[in-house]
């Protein structure tokens, strides 16, 4: 007996679909490849900052804020990013944001004074802001909880840390073969190309009506902004400094601000229940206490290796391979062991190891040399943020409405910037206080005073680390993996 017509059209379209191409991994590529190119742009200019510092005249203190104009709008920006995809859809706003982001390398990388890269490197974190949230918010909405999550979460992290790390041997090769300015030039072609294939391989969502919340985005990044420009303030002039104490001031009535707003707006940019659950709420503080320190590890170490060690810029850039292979090589096993042993043994067994390379970067002295003070700290601290960073993501994204998936998806990057940038400009300050009380003069004395004050800002990180480890054993709950779930 024949089957119906009904039947075959059912099998015919089954045929089909079995053969169609799982668009999923297309687009993840995508927009993973993106979200690479905004990570790289955190770290890919440290080699470079010495080239930078001499080319633009900027002063040591100052020099920081090539980093953080970049994260600070990055950060203070993304979850209004993520509500303009909500309201006007994610695959319009990712193009729009890697636009601009584009647009502003190209400026940054023309630039001819440090005023005109500062607002090129903003305008750049801005662009990241718009773009970013897409990725997250693409992972959690297309793929369900469990092995297939799990599974993309781990290619995440793998490029969101990976690619900080990658950026820095990136960094080296270009400013020792083309030229510093090559590290923003770059992405250029690039972002063209991404712009190019997002609406052949992005699906557009559902647009969501509502509105922005604009105060609460210029509140929370202007308190953000301040609060970093205080701490850079006393970074060159001390703490009595008068800047420096009107710019915390400034910081705590906008970010005081920023949270009556939330608390009273009707569509705010921070659901404030996101922070309801226990658990994510330890996750995201644990974030952003390991990317403070591990940020200002990069912004220091990328100096001594070339400053201290002789260094230039293609050897520095290489000597931070190790980290790269361990992170991306640990990232691959962490799902496996997550299904076995649980989130926070998992979490726990990565940080020992990455507060204990942060302690041992503490003891860096004049005489340490790379093998014997700067390799094994690597390898602790990849392979320590290689495991606990895949169980730390899903927890924060773990038990999330959809409709907050975006604000929770962004709320992982933006404790990650909001770390990196407030964690640098406190480590930073750490430093320029050690080398003013060393009362050193001399050019020996000076040399001396600037390895004991890198030593004291590793110092301060690794505090950061224990702590993160802290809020992991006595604030985050271990969920149990379900039955039959391997990854």
């Known amino acids: 007996m024949s089957p119906s017509p009904t039947a075959q ?23 993973l490849g ?137 960094g080296g090769v270009i400013t020792e073969w083309v030229s510093w300015r090559w590290v923003l030039f770059i992405n250029v072609p690039i972002g063209i190309a991404v712009a190019a294939a997002a609406p052949q391989l992005l699906p557009e969502s559902q647009r969501q009506p509502g509105r922005f919340d604009l105060a609460g985005a210029l509140t929370s990044t202007a308190g953000m902004v301040s609060l970093v420009y205080g701490f850079i303030q006393a970074a060159s002039h001390g703490w009595s400094n008068r800047l420096a104490i009107g710019a915390f001031a400034a910081a705590a009535v906008l970010l005081a601000a920023f949270c009556a707003n939330e608390s009273r707006a009707r569509q705010p940019i921070t659901p404030l229940g996101l922070f309801a659950d226990r658990g994510r709420a330890g996750s995201y503080v644990t974030r952003l206490l390991l990317v403070a320190g591990m ?25 931070f391979l190790p980290m790269t292979a361990a992170l991306f090589a640990v990232s691959r096993f962490s799902p496996r062991l997550l299904g076995r042993i649980g989130a926070k043994p998992l979490m726990v067994a990565g940080l020992v190891p990455a507060a204990a390379g942060m302690a041992w970067l503490s003891r860096i002295s004049p005489g340490s040399g790379y093998l014997s003070g700067v390799l094994g700290p690597m390898l602790l601290l990849g392979g320590g943020m290689g495991l606990a960073f895949v169980p730390l993501t899903m927890a924060s994204l773990a038990g999330v409405r959809p409709q907050h998936s975006g604000a ?70 271990d969920r149990a993996p379900r039955p039959g779930y391997s990854p």
Do not use: C, K
């Open 295 to 319: 940020f200002g590890m990069f912004y220091f170490l990328t100096q001594f290796v070339q400053d201290e060690l002789g260094f230039s810029p293609l050897r520095a850039g290489i000597s």
């Open 408 to 477: 929770a998806s962004s709320m992982v990057n933006v404790t990650q910037q909001v770390g990196g940038s407030l964690g640098l400009a406190i480590l930073v300050t750490a430093y320029a206080t050690a080398i003013r009380n060393s009362g050193l003069t001399s050019a020996a004395g000076q040399h001396q005073a600037v390895v004991h004050a890198m030593a004291s800002a590793f110092t301060l990180a690794a505090v950061f680390d224990v702590l993160a480890l802290l809020i992991v054993l006595l604030v985050i709950r």
């Open 9 to 31: 059209v059912v099998t015919g379209a089954r045929e089909r679909t079995a053969r169609r191409p799982d668009r999923r991994g297309i687009a993840l590529a995508l927009v």
């Open 34 to 170: 993106a979200q690479l190119m905004i990570i790289l742009d955190m770290t890919v200019v440290n080699i470079a900052l010495p080239s930078i510092a001499r080319g633009l005249h900027f002063s040591e203190p100052s020099l920081s804020w090539v980093l953080n104009a970049y994260t600070l709008t990055f950060g203070g920006l993304l979850l209004l990013g993520g509500r303009a995809g909500d309201i006007l859809g994610r695959r319009r706003v990712f193009i729009a944001g890697i636009a601009l982001f584009t647009a502003a390398s190209l400026a940054g990388g023309l630039a001819t004074s440090a005023a005109w890269l500062l607002a090129a490197r903003a305008v750049q974190g801005a662009g990241g802001a718009i773009a970013s949230p897409a990725v997250l918010a693409l992972i959690a909405a297309s793929f369900p909880e469990g092995r297939e999550r799990t599974r993309a979460l781990s290619i995440y992290t793998a490029v969101a840390m990976g690619g900080g790390s990658l950026g820095l041997v990136l």
